[in-house]
Every structure is written in C-alpha cells, then in structure tokens.
C-alpha cells in the first residue's frame, strides 16, 4: 500500500500540469500520482499523461476517461487510489516541498497504526494574478498544532476560515466507506468534499505550514464573479446536494454542528447575492424555491440559518434586499476569493 494518493484531474492541462505533477513526484517513493485525463482533446494532455507513466512506473498512472467534470475526476481517483490516504490537487496547482517533508513524514507513521488519523489540515497559499498580492489562510487558531485532536478542542472559526479542498488530507477509507461520489458535469463540488465527510471525521492532526499553493483570478475560474453568476444552477445543485446529505441539527458534537451550520449558511448567501445580482423575476423565484428547499428539509436548520449575520440582510424583501445582499457579496467574496 503506498502512503498517500494524490489525484490529479486534469483537462486541457498540457501548458502547467509538469510543475504540478514534479511537486508530488517530491513527495517520495511512497507516493502515488494519479493523473486523470478527463476527455481533453485541446491540447497533448493525453499523451504527457502517458509520458508521466512511462517515467515513473509504479508511481504515476495515467488514467483516461470521457469528459465527467472535476467531480468525475476525483471519483475515479478515489476508486482507484492505493494509498492510505487520498489528496485532490489541481493540474494548475502544487504542493510546497519543504511543507510535504514534515507532513509526509506524520502520514508515513500512520502506515504502522491501526488507528490512524482520519484527516490531516495544513496552510493553503493563494496569490491573486491581477493584483499581485500573497495570503496564506492558516487554521492556528482553531486548530492545535501538530497534536491529534477530535472536534470537541476545535475553537472557533473566523468568517473567512473554512477547510478547503486545498487543505486536507482524508485517510482514503473514510471516504470509500461513507460511499463519497461528487456529482458529474458540475463546478464547485469541492464544497460536497470538504462538508459531507466531516461528521464522519473522528480524528484530526494540524500542521502550520504552507502545504498547497495556487492562483486565483485567471481569466474564466470558476469563482470568477462573472462566471459564478452564470454558473448560478450548478451553485444551487451543489446546495441542494449538501442539504440533502447531512443532518446538521443532528450532529452531536457541538462545535462540529455549529461549523457545518456556518458553511451551510454561506453557501445559502452565496446563492442568495447571485441571484439578487442577476435581477431577474426568474432568479428571484430560484432564491425563494432554494430557501423553502431549505425549509422543508429541516425548519429548525432553516431559521438558524435565515437569521445567520451572512443571510439577515440578504433576503429583506424589494429593492432594500437588493442592495442589502451587495454587503452580503463583498462578505461572500471574501471567503470564496472570487473577483
């Protein structure tokens, strides 16, 4: 069994995914890189994929597939992992070296235990393209450092903190026996990846090191402004979809609960300030129908998260409402990092 897997989707992505994938090539002999070519046909990502295997047999396999989305990508790399534990890095992305060598070594002792940690947090470093601006988003105040700890010694989260997919690394078990599968043809799955497995987290280990590093603001990203606000459905799916999937009220651990109310929450404001963009009596009927959504899931969750600070002023009625939610935006664009 190798220690980690990391998986690696990848579409179209021949001009970067060298830098991406010699980064986890760093990570040791260990290691397993799964390149998941998902149906590019503009460039020679297809065939570099193929080039990484002939490279490194036994540690990078390429697998091709028809075009899924990045939630089809990560589900193929989940069924095919070998390693204990499981990381989805993007082709555009990397992993810093010197932060790999300390937490690469705490998941090498995890390979000896029975109980091992389920998942495993560190820093992620985002640089703004167009701004040329660096910010590190690290958990030290919530988290204890370089300890095993449950949910009840978690502290409190700042409204711009929340785990990322750029920040974990769950033991691949945990995910395969909760029957983890992202939806297909769709963006912003990685909200699904980092809420839904949570309450089945028992375990956590934090390292203050700048593990994951990545751009923002490209020109057609999916937190791009403009493209989220024309991406408005697949927002609401994703929504839909963690609704569906976890009991929150029903969550034990109180801090826990009250971390997956927060997220909920957020990604309800989310909603709420495109559609109130948007303008449309159309959209403003898909704000009152994810809403009663909401409501008739769980009314207790929906009053708790109606009168979160992110959705008060987000959903008064008229015009007022409107211009309420464009405060709930730029809180909104503070956590998601779009432009």
């Known amino acids: 069994m190798k220690t980690i897997t990391f998986a690696v989707p990848c579409y179209n992505s021949a001009e970067y995914m060298d830098k991406c994938i010699e980064s986890l090539l760093a990570c040791g002999d260990d290691v397993e890189v799964l390149i998941v070519d998902d149906g590019s046909t503009k460039d020679d990502t297809p065939a570099k994929a193929d080039e990484w295997e002939r490279r490194c047999p036994g540690i990078v396999r390429a697998i091709h597939q028809e075009n899924g989305g990045h939630g089809a990508a990560v589900n193929t790399g989940l069924s095919n992992a070998t390693g204990r534990y499981f990381k989805v890095v993007d082709s555009d992305d990397w992993l810093d070296a010197q932060a790999m060598e300390r937490v690469m070594r705490y998941l090498r002792l995890q390979m000896e235990l029975k109980d091992p940690t389920d998942l495993v947090i560190a820093n992620y470093v985002y640089e703004k393209v167009f701004e040329g601006t660096r910010t590190v988003m690290r958990y030290k105040n919530v988290f204890p450092v370089e300890q095993e700890f449950t949910w009840d010694e978690v502290g409190t989260f700042s409204p ?44 956590m280990y934090y390292f ?92 207790a969750l929906y009053r708790r998260i109606r009168s979160n600070v ?12 409107r211009r309420a939610g464009l405060g709930g935006y730029h809180i909104a664009q503070k956590i998601f990092k779009f432009n």
């Open 160 to 203: 711009s903190q929340y785990l990322l997919m750029h920040s974990v690394i769950y033991r691949t078990d945990l995910l395969r026996d909760m029957g983890l599968e992202l939806p297909r043809h769709c963006f912003y799955v990685d909200n699904i990846f980092v809420y839904v497995p949570l309450p089945q987290v028992r375990t």
């Open 208 to 299: 203050d090191v700048d593990m994951y590093r990545y751009f923002i603001g490209r020109e057609g990203q999916s937190v791009n402004e403009s493209v989220m606000m024309g991406r408005i459905d697949q927002q609401l799916r994703i929504t839909r979809v963690m609704i569906d999937a976890v009991d929150v009220m029903g969550i034990e651990q109180k801090r826990l609960r009250h971390y997956m109310e927060n997220y909920l929450a957020m990604m309800m404001c989310i909603c709420s300030v495109f559609l109130r963009m948007r303008n449309t009596p159309v959209d403003e009927q898909k704000r009152e129908d994810i809403w009663n959504y909401l409501r008739d899931a769980d009314a």
């Open 310 to 321: 992110l959705n008060v002023g987000t959903n008064l009625p008229t015009e007022v409402g």
